[in-house]
């Protein structure tokens, strides 16, 4: 039976750690998010008390939830003879009745049309190498100043995107709700996945340079952002010096550094 495509919605901010370590269940989350509620209590078997991952079939359903849990946007696909699915509508109900009334996700295939808000639980976690991470769904007013210069990049120059998006993380200093991270998802992310070789390229080219490019290009589409990132460029090549790295490995440095704090700002 053919695999099916399912959409899982979470905030921009996890999608780095879901692209090193996948879509964990929500039994292997609990240390970030305490334990497993009554729904969870109530599942069968072998998803019983958060063991599972969901998704919905449906992308435009799953936009409807943006809202509520967020929009850093993942795809990936399942076995439909081994998930438990049913309508995202009887949540509101008796979990138990829910629970009861789940079938696997070639049942409901069988009956013909599925149902637009129909919801698939897996209760293995899906591997990194597994998914495809997507342009994360925000606004303007969550890009902030940095909404024009997304708008301009993130499709057509997807390496100075990428050089962007390391000096956005930097600007970030750690504030993962900041618009400067939820820029630099934008930027790291699009609907189509980047070739591998944009890195490598990025590195040939040296990041501090490509960089400075961008600043200097959109220098009349966010004045004052870009002067502030040229700042944070400034500082990022001093912090460099210090290190004895060259400014390109500076700027690669101190992204990482930011993000090792990411996981304890994720709940």
């Known amino acids: ?11 921009p901010k996890r999608l780095p750690l879901i692209e090193e370590d996948g879509l964990r269940t929500r039994a292997d989350l609990s240390g970030m998010y305490g334990p497993p509620g009554a729904f969870d209590a109530a599942a069968p078997g072998i998803f019983a008390h958060g063991k599972r991952v969901s998704a919905w079939v449906s992308l435009a359903h799953a936009r409807s939830r943006i809202d509520e849990l967020g929009g850093g946007r993942v795809s990936y696909s399942v076995d439909p003879a081994r998930t438990l699915a049913n309508r995202a509508s009887l949540r509101d109900g008796d979990p138990v009745a829910y629970w009861e009334s789940a079938r696997p996700l070639a049942a409901w295939q069988a009956d013909g049309e599925l149902p637009e808000d129909l919801e698939v639980h897996q209760n293995v976690p899906v591997r990194a190498k597994r998914i495809q991470i997507h342009a994360p769904i925000v606004t303007d007013e ?15 120059d997807r390496l100075s995107a990428k050089a962007l998006m390391h000096l956005a993380v930097i600007a970030s200093h750690g504030d993962f709700d900041s618009t400067d991270f939820t820029a630099a998802c934008a930027l790291a992310w699009r609907d189509e996945p980047d070739p591998d070789r944009l890195i490598r390229e990025l590195v040939e080219m040296d990041p501090d340079k490509v960089v400075s490019a961008v600043l200097a290009e959109h220098t009349a589409t966010a004045p004052e952002l870009m002067a ?18 060259e400014h390109g490995q500076g700027l690669f440095a101190r992204t990482a550094a930011v993000l090792d704090q990411l996981p304890d700002h994720v709940a």
């Open 1 to 11: 039976m053919a695999r099916v495509t399912v959409h899982h919605l979470t905030l």
């Open 142 to 156: 969550m890009l902030g100043e940095y909404a024009e210069v997304v708008k301009e990049i993130a499709d057509e």
């Open 228 to 245: 502030r990132l040229r700042e944070v460029l400034e500082e990022t090549r001093r912090w460099a010096d210090d290190q004895g790295l």
